[in-house]
Structures are given as C-alpha cells and as structure tokens.
DNA sequence: TCAAAAGTGTTCTTATTACACCCATGG
DNA sequence: CCATGGGTGTAATAAGAACACTTTTGA
C-alpha cells in the first residue's frame, strides 16, 4: 500500500498529570527526569508512545509504572504540540489527567523513579512546558468537579463528609458550609452509610460513607452542583 | 544536541469539525477527499501538520484553505492515535472542533474541495474513524453549549432571539418555551437590542440583537444554563 | 467537665417552570 | 380582516443560601 512518505513525522509521548488527595491537601506526583536533557530535573510522568499502543494505553502503561496501579480514572487533557516545547526534536505530547487514591499506590515502584507528592501549589521548577500542562490540569479539574462527582475518585472506599468537604474546600481554596454541602451531597443518592465511624480525626468520630457505584456510573455526566457559584470563584 | 534517535515516530494530521447553522438545522461541511487511499470519499477537512507549525496553526490553516476564514472560534477537540485508524501508516489525528457563521464562508473555495454541508444527523459514510470524531465533536458542542454561550459563534453578526431559539431547539432536538427562553438569555445581559427587525420569515418582524462582546469575553466560562435539564435531554 | 468536631432544621431569597393573551402586519 | 409569528407577565414551585444549637466523647 502506498505511504504518506513524504510527510514530517513527529515522536509522540504521552504525560501524566496525576492528582492526589492525603486529607489536607491536593497534590500531584512528580519525577525526577531519568534522561537527558533536563535530567535530575523535575518533570511529569511520560513516556513514548510505542509503535503498537494508543495514546491511551500509553498513557495507562506510564501510570501503572509510576504507581503499579490499574483502572484508575484518566482522561485525556489536552495535545502539546508546539514545535520546540522540547528542545532535543520536535516531540508532541499527548497528556492525560488521573485521580488517584494517594494511598494506594506503591512507594517503592515511585522510589525508583525519585517521585514525589507536590502540593498542586507549590510545585517545584519543571521541564517544557509542563507547568502548562499542570495549569490547564489544574483548571480542567476544578471545572469539572464543580458539575461531576468527579472528586470520590482522589478518596478511598470508605471516607466521611468531614473529608468530602474538606477535599472540595482545599480544591476551591473556599470555605462551605456543612449543613448546605451534606444536604446537597446526599440528595444526589450517591453515598451510602456505613455503621463504622472514622473515629481519628475527632472525639466524636464521623461516619463512613461509600459510593453507590451503580448510581455514580449512571449519575456520572449528569451536571450537579457541589460548588455553590461557580462563577464566583477567586 | 542529542535526539530520541530511536523512538517511533508518528505522521500527525489535524482535522477539522466545521458546524455551521444555516437558520434551520446545524450543519457539518465535509469533503471529498483528492487522495488516496479513501480518494473520493467523504472525510473531514484535514492535512498533514507541518515542520514549523503547531497543532493549533495546522488546524487554523486547513480550516482556512477550506473556508476562506480566520480568527473563528475553535478549540482542540481530542487526539486521535490508534495505531490502525489509519490503513496506510500510523498517523495521529489532532481534531478541533470550529463553530462558523455559515453565511461567511466562501463558496468557491469550498467548491475546489468539492466540499458540502450536511446535516448533522444525515452525514455519508466517511473514512476512518472520522464519525466517531464527529460524534465526540457532536456531544461537546451539546454538552459545552449547555452551560456557555458558545452558539452565537454559529450566529450573523446579527441575529433575532426566534432564529437564537430556533438554534437551541435544533442542538437539543427538544422545544422551548419562548417566555422563558427570552427572559433567560436577555437576562444574560449579553445581548443588546438593535433598532431594527427581521422581517423576512414573519409579518410582524423580530427585532434583531447583537451580541455585547465585551461582556461576552467576561461571560465565556461562566456557568450559564441555557437549557433548563441538560440531564433529562434524550 | 470541657474542648473539639459531628450532625442536624428552619427561614429567606432567588431561580425555574408552567402557562395564555395581545400585538403588528402583509396578504 | 385575518392568519402568522413576535412579544410580554404572573403565580406556583423548587433550589440555594444563610444561619445556630445540640450531641458525643476522649483527654
């Protein structure tokens, strides 16, 4: 069969903008780059894509080496493809944003690769254009969050609406009030009761919660409304 | 410099989702395409991304060549990278999604390309994976026109809350009731009333509106909410 | 026994929906 | 003079926001 054999070709990798939540704070995992140039540096997760892969499974294969997860949520962000965003060839990237639950992954797979967690706003200096690719991450998450119950995917199985709330609040740098946001949690249906209390981080101790996974597929696109304005935020 | 000098390498094409309202239903233009393999089928508007050029000036260039137009609204839709999408040879698909006044493109170019609107729900066959494209391209215009002013993109410069109307009812394939509609968008502040009427498509006129673009700039990510449900759409 | 965090109810305000009549005009 | 499509108002309902006290219990 005929080639389009004149055509510029491009290498194509995939980035990785992979948040986390510990119950204070949101945060991302970052690397230390292995390879030159910019190596030692800080930088996302990425890696080529392969001649046999799709961007997603690319991508997928990036992230289970940086954290030895599976079927974690990620999606596609956005394509970089300015012609010097790497200065060694011209390379796109394709990047994909994940929520992960920060306890699940495993150290030791991202000690090999020096990784650490940022705080999503005091990220250290970083290569190309990736604090671009963060920044639009950081956008699309807050967006999207504000309309999908998008955010159970940073929590465990079981956690308490003391830690929803706080997990929305870090992530909108707002304060809400707990009666509205509780209300307005539960009303979707999503969350079932747990007879167990999370008894740690109080005297009195807060109730588990679970998702109703069912309910969170088939709710999943539907436009909710967990941040009181949207439109007001700083 | 040192360069990946080992890593696969990718043909990377953009093409091109063209919506357009022609006051009765929304539009798509596609060509014919002049080369092989597929020659002579109907396709997207593509072309290959070029040594110098970024995704974004690819797709604004291609859009260009097939509508005469510039600086119209369009954004990066999703990166396409199967490795089989393409039969000939791996090539990656950057899409964007652009929203044009049908009106304002010009015809004679278009016709070089042996291009043709076709309605959104009664598209040919096409090559590749081009409907899936289309079908992604058709359910982000839905969703995002949902909760941003983004229509009027599709509008003349002047336009009447009747054809406004008309092209809402026709995305969401659902009917308005035109009270609320009006009170709802004028509400917007985004629009300001013209002097004169439309008097074309009925006896008594309809005023003709223009958008305020200033306000529309400040408004665009806003949260509107033009359709009532968007959960309940069918 | 008290400090600290969890949990819950009511009122007010605003937004959304449903609904029906008059207006202007060209034929 | 009437058929056609444009334009407008009101009342009922639902959703969102503001607000404060009681409960539990470990130290």
Request: proline share 5%; net charge positive; with cysteine.
């Amino acid at each position: 069969m005929t080639r389009y054999s004149r055509q510029h070709k491009i290498v194509v990798a995939v980035d990785c903008i992979i948040f986390g939540f510990d119950g204070q704070e949101l945060k991302l995992l970052l690397i230390k780059r292995g390879f030159e140039p910019e190596k030692g540096k800080w930088s996302l997760m990425g890696g080529f894509v392969q001649p046999a892969e799709s961007f997603e499974e690319a991508a997928s294969r990036v992230l289970h080496q940086l954290t030895g997860l599976e079927n974690v949520y990620m999606e596609q962000l956005y394509a970089f493809g300015d012609p010097h965003r790497d200065p060694t060839e011209r390379t796109a990237s394709i990047t994909y944003f994940s929520l992960i639950d920060i306890h699940k992954y495993e150290k030791q797979i991202s000690d090999e690769y020096h990784a650490e967690w940022f705080p999503v706003n005091q990220v250290p200096d970083l290569i190309f254009d990736h604090p671009a690719m963060i920044k639009m991450a950081k956008e699309k998450l807050r967006y999207k969050a504000a309309i999908h119950p998008i955010l159970f995917e940073l929590l465990p199985e079981k956690f308490t609406l003391p830690q929803l709330q706080n997990l929305y609040e870090g992530i909108y740098d707002t304060v809400l009030d707990k009666r509205n946001f509780s209300r307005k949690v539960l009303s979707t249906g999503l969350l079932i009761k747990q007879k167990e209390k999370e008894k740690a981080s109080s005297k009195k101790g807060a109730f588990y919660f679970k998702l109703d996974k069912k309910k969170y597929q088939k709710k999943f696109d539907a436009f909710l409304n967990f941040i009181p304005n949207p439109d007001n935020l700083k």
